[in-house]
Every structure is written in structure tokens, then in C-alpha cells.
């Protein structure tokens, strides 16, 4: 079995952390670590199988490391089996896996095989699970905005209390789309939780280069839409502000904008393969990203302090999560490729 790529070092033991909630729910928050983890090693296993070529991973493959807490701590607080519904953009693995679909469908679907769950149809960039409320991961920029706000308007219409979260990244905000959406949204007051992934680049271009004004949550103030900022390494911080923030859009139906600060650690897309990233940014960044910002061992070292992680219970998720990975990733070898007449159903043409 691989080393964990996700063990970080030995937590400094320090006693109470102020920035822990005041109810830390301590087993809602294992969780959470444990989803994490997992996400981080499946998503580690599908670089590596990119790049080993002989598992059928075809075209783009998205990685999410380094983003963990948004959808971990934002899927944790919505009701998917209430009618929540979230949609999100190509990076979008996480967004099932959060929601719990099965790893080893997600896994088959990025290998292009039957049994993942657009049955090898869509590839990495379109997991979906509509069944966990997931409508789906979308290729075009900011190309789910505009659905997210249908989906919200299906909320509004059948006069429900649901919410609906549209996960887009800095990139998708200089699309026409995404402002018409926003505009309506906010005029008719459409439940849908805007969450920017702000990870400071689009592709090679940094936001200081692609923003007239790189100040991107005060965008949203032309809508007049509320709009909060967050650190979205801080699984506890995420979590808790958008659980109450979520709680709130059922009692008093209105969009919200959420701009969470995070990185991304692996090139845009598996054939960027960093080397030319010295272009647009440098080894020492992702490096120093890494080694102080990074979701899991920020959330470790909290729940080290406050005494429910130990490191033996560290280690043992960290290799169940391995082993995980390797079993989605053997599913999906063992997996048939779709038949050719299976190629054209379900496909608009
Ligand atoms: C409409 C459109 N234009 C261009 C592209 C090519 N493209 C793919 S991803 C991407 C960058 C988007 O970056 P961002 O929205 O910040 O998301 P991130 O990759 O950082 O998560 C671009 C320009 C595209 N897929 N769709
Ligand atoms: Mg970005």
C-alpha cells in the first residue's frame, strides 16, 4: 500500500485553541477530518494514475487538494436529504465525495468506465449524483451559475425552505452569465449560496492580472447581495459560519455570496504539470501554502490541541483512506468500458 500523501508533521501539543468553536461537536468534526483525508489521497491516487497512463483516465482531470474544507465544511452543512441541492465546476470530486457517492463510481467515471456515475460518459469534469442532491460538475466557466440559479428558482417555486450551492472559481466571475444570474438572484430573492472558490488563479492568471478590481467579494456589491469573506483552510471557521448562514437563507429566502480564501497545490489541470508554473507562480508559494496553510493540518493540529485525535488515530485514517482510494481505483479497473451503443444514449445531439 502507498505511503499516505496526506501526513503532515507531528502537531504541536498545545492546549485550548481560542479559534475552536464554543460547541465543538467533536464527532461531527472527526468526520469531517476523516472526509478530508480522503478526498486528499483519492485525489493524490488520480494524479498518479494519470500519469501512469494505463488506467484509462482520459482528457482532463481537475485535483482539488488544498480546497478540502469548502466542500467538506459547506456540503456538511446543508440537508441533501432534505432537497439541498449543490452544483459545481470542473475541479468537482470533492463536491460528490463530500456528499458520500460512492468512491469507487467516481473513480470508475474519471476512468471513462460503465460503472461510474454518468456511466463513463462524462469524464472527471461531470461527476454527479443527483440522487445526493449533486446536479453535477460543469466544463464551461461559470456555466453553472445560471443553472444553479434554476435550481433555485425550483426551490422558490415550490415554495420550500431549501437551499441551493453553486461552487465556482474566480475565473467564472468575468462571465456574462455568472452577473445575469447574480442580478436575478438578488432581485428575486432566489436561495441559491454563491461559493466562490477564490484560490487566486484562473489557469496561469492571477486574479491581479485578470480583475479590474481583484477586491472580489465587493463585486457582488453592485447586486446589493450580502457577502462574506472566509478562510476556507479552516474547516471549524467554514463550517460554522456557513451552517448559520444557510439556517438563516431558509427562514429569510435571499441568495448569499461566500468568497472563501484557499490554493490549490496541483497545476490547473494534470497536463500542467507545474514545470512552467514558474510562469505564474513560484515553487517557494505552493511550497509555503502547503507547509502553513493546509486544511487537513490546520484541522489536525486543532483537534490535537483539543484532545480528539490522537496520532495513532491519525495514522490509522490516513492509511484507511489509501487503502480507499486503491479499492475505488481497483473498481474501476475491473470495470467494463461503456459498449458502443451505449456511447449515444442519454447524449443530447
Ligand atoms: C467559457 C470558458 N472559457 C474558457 C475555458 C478554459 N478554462 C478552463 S478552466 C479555466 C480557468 C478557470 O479558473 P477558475 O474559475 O478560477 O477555477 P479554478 O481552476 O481556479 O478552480 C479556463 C479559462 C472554459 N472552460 N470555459
Ligand atoms: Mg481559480
Redo the contacts with the bound molecule.
Keep these: 500500500m502507498a505511503k499516505p500523501a496526506s501526513s503532515v508533521q507531528e502537531a504541536p501539543a498545545t492546549s485550548a485553541d481560542p479559534a475552536l468553536p464554543g460547541n465543538f461537536d467533536a464527532e461531527k468534526y472527526l468526520r469531517f477530518y476523516e472526509q478530508m483525508v480522503h478526498i486528499r489521497e483519492f485525489e493524490e491516487l488520480c494524479d498518479r494514475a494519470f500519469r501512469q497512463g494505463t488506467h484509462g483516465i482520459g482528457g482532463y482531470l481537475?485535483l482539488y487538494s488544498g480546497e478540502e474544507a469548502i466542500a467538506v465544511g459547506i456540503i456538511g452543512a446543508m440537508d441533501v436529504q432534505g432537497g439541498d441541492s449543490f452544483i459545481g465546476?470542473?475541479?468537482d470530486h470533492a463536491y460528490a465525495l463530500a456528499a458520500g457517492s460512492p468512491p469507487g463510481q467516481v473513480m470508475a467515471e474519471i476512468c471513462g468506465k460503465i460503472t461510474g456515475c454518468s456511466k463513463g460518459k462524462g469524464g472527471s469534469m461531470h461527476i454527479c449524483d443527483a440522487k445526493l442532491g449533486f446536479y453535477g460538475g460543469y466544463?464551461?466557466?461559470?456555466?453553472n451559475v445560471p443553472i444553479a440559479l434554476g435550481l433555485g428558482w425550483k426551490i422558490k417555486y415550490s415554495g420550500g425552505n431549501q437551499v441551493c450551492a453553486c461552487f465556482?472559481?474566480?475565473?467564472?466571475m468575468n462571465?456574462g452569465g455568472f452577473h445575469e444570474s447574480l442580478n436575478m438572484a438578488q432581485l428575486y430573492k432566489v436561495p441559491v449560496l454563491f461559493v466562490l472558490?477564490n484560490?487566486g488563479?484562473?489557469?496561469g492568471t492571477s486574479i491581479e492580472r485578470s480583475h479590474a478590481n481583484p477586491d472580489l467579494a465587493s463585486r457582488v456589491e453592485s447586486y446589493a447581495m450580502e457577502h462574506h469573506t472566509i478562510d476556507g483552510q479552516d474547516i471549524f471557521g467554514v463550517h460554522e459560519q456557513v451552517a448559520k448562514i444557510v439556517e438563516s437563507m431558509r427562514t429569510n429566502p435571499r441568495p448569499v455570496f461566500l468568497e472563501m480564501k484557499t490554493y490549490?497545490y496541483h497545476g490547473?489541470g494534470a497536463a500542467d504539470t507545474q514545470v512552467t508554473q514558474v510562469t505564474y507562480r513560484s515553487k517557494e508559494e505552493v511550497e509555503q501554502m502547503k507547509s502553513t496553510r493546509d486544511p487537513i493540518m490546520l484541522c489536525e493540529q486543532k483537534m490535537f490541541a483539543a484532545g480528539v485525535l490522537s496520532a495513532e488515530l491519525r495514522d490509522k485514517i490516513h492509511y484507511e483512506a489509501v487503502a480507499a482510494a486503491e479499492a475505488a481505483l481497483k473498481f474501476s479497473d475491473d470495470s467494463a468500458n461503456p459498449t458502443p451503443d451505449e456511447l449515444l444514449k442519454d447524449v443530447y445531439a
Excluded at 466544463?139 to 456555466?143: A, L, M, P
Excluded at 465556482?168 to 467564472?172: A, E, P
Design positions: 481537475h465546476h470542473y475541479r466544463g464551461i466557466v461559470g456555466g465556482f472559481g474566480d475565473g467564472s462571465q472558490e484560490n488563479y484562473a489557469m490549490r490547473h
